[in-house]
């Protein structure tokens, strides 16, 4: 089915470790972004992407990277995860004409 | 400080009747509107949008309304079912579509 795919929906990490979350479309949309949801903040973008190669930061950039290589993926990395980065993770995708956005399902990610 | 607010955090509405959700701006170069809903561990799905051109559209049962003047917009669930009952966020951009600010949300119960 087309969509947004998010992996993995959940995590446990120690402090310190690293990982990638994974984001993949399939219906060849250019623009992509990562957000974080916690609990009284709403919705907040971390990065996003306009196209294959180009990137940019949102509000809450600080402890991640991400790349986009193909317009399909969206690799959104923890360098050295950190309690305050425990979250829900959503990844959305859109034209880049207004529209509304497709959500995957999301990544829950604790850090102890 | 909040560019985009749902002052009510929840609200709960019997099945058949009208259900408005809320949502105030501050900033005056807001010019595109859009309303999500989500349920629990689901990513947000885009339910409607309004351009600042427009004061109202519709889809269906939903229709979000928007008045410049009060920078003030509302989504308007005609009638409410139990399947609404869901987080309801709003959000705006300013032309750069790629930064929508969010809303809190606002938790809707439809009791059958």
Known sequence: NAGVTQTPKFQVLKTGQSMTLQ?????????????????GMGLRLIHYSVGAGI?????????????????????????????????????ASSYLRRDGYTFGSGTRLTVV | DQQVKQNSPSLSVQEGRISILNCDYTNSMFDYFLW?????????????????????????????????????????????????????????????????????????????
């Not at chain 2, 051109?53 to 005609?78: C, P, Q, Y």
């Open chain 1, 23 to 39: 984001c993949a479309q399939d219906m060849n949309h250019e623009y992509m972004s990562w957000y974080r949801q916690d609990p």
């Open chain 1, 55 to 91: 990137t940019d930061q949102g509000e809450v950039p600080n402890g991640y990277n991400v790349s986009r290589s193909t317009t399909e993926d969206f690799p959104l990395r923890l360098l050295s995860a950190a309690p305050s980065q425990t979250s829900v993770y959503f990844c």
């Open chain 2, 36 to 112: 999500y809903k989500k349920y629990p561990a689901e990513g947000p799905t885009f339910l409607i949008s309004i351009s600042s051109i427009k004061d109202k559209n519709e889809d269906g049962r939903f229709t979000v309304f928007l008045n410049k003047s009060a920078k003030h917009l509302s989504l308007h669930i005609v009638p409410s079912q139990p399947g609404d009952s869901a987080v309801y966020f709003c959000a705006a951009s300013d032309g750069n579509n790629r930064k929508l600010i969010w809303g809190l949300g606002t938790s809707l119960a439809v009791n059958p």
